[in-house]
């Protein structure tokens, strides 16, 4: 079971990132000098990722335009002799085979991700979610691709969250396999408090098998009156072997604005160019608070 193949879901509303996302979308709001959804492909191919499928609409072809080439952009960086940022420009294009297909009608990620079952056919595919930004030394998703092969079963990455956070996410029903990997037998879409499994939540990276696509055809809405993925997820894991990967890394939900300003704030101080200034600019500002 090879995972040659990822699925990046990017056709949300962005809503809690409004006024800023009603043109601009929220994949391509700048993480210091880069749009988010660059952390996300370069995540997947780091993580043996050969294709990927942007499922986007109407309003996001910003993307498209980014991973594309530039010509007039890159003969004028060329004769100017900027050959960091021209290397930079060609580099994004040049990342992976990136396709896309459009969800016509915003019907929620479950919706989303069955959009690609043409592309996937029928082999293990993963999913990372078009706003979640993953900081780990051994990238989330390749960690999720190799417990989803050591068990021949699809996989959710989770971490555990407190209580009255994991109303705002999936709680998954787990057993212990060996060190932070569970089998799944169960889930819940924004728990009720009677309704939460465990602390375990899920956070936006999966391997699933092509099984998950004739499920989610037949799905009914959900939560929020949309498609849920975990609706869909809930079922593959009654039918077939899923497990649970306590990832090592952070987490960051660039969708709303304190998680966008936190990895903003954590990249930016890594950043070998602005790290340095940021980090004696905050240690002033702290003074000054
Ligand atoms: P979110 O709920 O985080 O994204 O969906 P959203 O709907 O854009 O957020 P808000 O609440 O309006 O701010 C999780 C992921 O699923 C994608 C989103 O783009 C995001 O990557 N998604 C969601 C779709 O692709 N299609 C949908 O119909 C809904």
């Known amino acids: 079971m090879k995972v040659r193949k990822a699925v990046i879901p990017a056709a949300g509303l962005g809503t809690r990132m409004l006024p800023a996302t009603k043109t601009v979308p929220k994949e391509m709001l700048p993480m210091v000098d880069k749009p988010v959804i660059q952390y996300i492909i370069e995540e997947a191919v780091a993580s043996g990722i050969e294709d990927i499928l942007i499922v986007t609409n109407r309003a996001k072809s910003a993307m498209d335009d980014y991973f594309d080439y530039y010509p007039e952009l890159e003969t004028r960086l060329n004769q100017a002799g900027k050959d960091k940022e021209l290397f930079e420009v060609r580099r994004a294009a040049d990342l992976a085979n990136i396709f896309y297909v459009r969800q016509k009608e915003t019907r929620g990620l479950g919706h989303a991700i069955s959009r690609a079952r043409r592309f996937v056919g029928d082999e293990p595919f993963a999913v990372l979610l078009g706003d979640d930004i993953m900081r780990a030394e051994k990238p989330v998703t390749l960690q999720l691709v190799e417990a989803a092969e050591k068990y021949g079963a699809s996989a959710v990455g989770v971490q555990k969250v407190s209580t009255e956070a994991?109303?705002?996410?999936?709680?998954?029903?787990?057993?212990?396999?060996?060190?932070?990997?569970?089998?799944?037998?169960?889930?819940?879409?924004?728990?009720?408090?009677?309704?939460?499994?465990?602390?375990?939540?899920?956070?936006?990276?999966?391997?699933?098998?092509?099984?998950?696509?004739?499920?989610?055809?037949?799905?009914?809405?959900?939560?929020?009156?949309?498609?849920?993925?975990?609706?869909?997820?809930?079922?593959?894991?009654?039918?077939?072997?899923?497990?649970?990967?306590?990832?090592?890394?952070?987490?960051?939900?660039?969708?709303?604005?304190?998680?966008?300003?936190?990895a903003t704030i954590d990249f930016a101080l890594d950043h070998p160019a602005s790290g340095p200034w940021l980090r004696k600019f905050i240690q002033q500002k702290a003074k000054e608070l």
């Not at 819940?188 to 939460?196: C, T």
């Not at 699933?208 to 609706?231: C, K, N, S, V």
């Open 166 to 262: 994991i109303s705002r996410y999936s709680s998954v029903k787990v057993s212990p396999l060996e060190e932070r990997i569970f089998s799944v037998s169960d889930m819940n879409e924004k728990p009720s408090p009677e309704q939460i499994f465990s602390n375990y939540a899920i956070l936006g990276r999966y391997v699933l098998t092509p099984g998950i696509f004739e499920i989610l055809e037949h799905m009914r809405p959900g939560y929020g009156g949309e498609i849920q993925l975990t609706d869909g997820l809930r079922e593959l894991s009654q039918h077939s072997r899923m497990v649970a990967v306590d990832f090592e890394g952070r987490r960051y939900d660039t969708g709303n604005l304190n998680g966008f300003l936190e």
